[in-house]
């Protein structure tokens, strides 16, 4: 069985990019464009592996579909992505797995991924 992604970022290069090498490496991706549609395909019942959740979006940005995720008792892996190299020392009271720099490397996305997924 296909594990499940989750990607929310607002460019649609990165969504498309994400989506196409995430699906050949036999993942089952789902995109979102920004945090409130992430946050209604959350609500909806779908289930996730694991979300990889850009930290910068207009309207609900990545820290507030974070603390949503933990209002809802929301317990799925996120990889937060970011072009803010010091996005850990400023949000430390945010949890998340893990997090990789914009712009995206894809074979350390895949190790991390990969990381996350064997422990749980």
């Given at each position: 069985m296909k594990r499940k992604i989750l990607v929310v970022d607002d460019e649609p290069e990165i969504l498309a990019l994400l989506g196409e090498y995430?699906?050949?490496?036999?993942?089952?991706?789902?995109?979102?464009?920004?945090?409130?549609?992430?946050?209604?395909?959350?609500k909806s019942g779908?289930?996730?592996?694991?979300?990889?959740?850009?930290?910068r979006m207009p309207g609900i940005d990545g820290i507030a579909v974070l603390e949503e995720f933990e209002n809802m008792k929301f317990n799925i892996p996120v990889i937060f992505l970011t072009g803010d190299i010091d996005w850990e020392a400023k949000h430390c009271d945010v949890?998340?797995?893990?997090?990789?720099?914009k712009p995206v490397d894809l074979h350390k996305l895949l190790d991390k991924i990969n990381k996350i997924l064997k422990v749980r």
């Open positions: 995430l699906t050949k490496k036999g993942f089952q991706v789902t995109k979102c464009s920004g945090g409130e549609e992430a946050l209604a395909t959350v779908r289930t996730f592996d694991i979300i990889l959740l850009d930290g949890k998340v797995d893990s997090f990789i720099n």
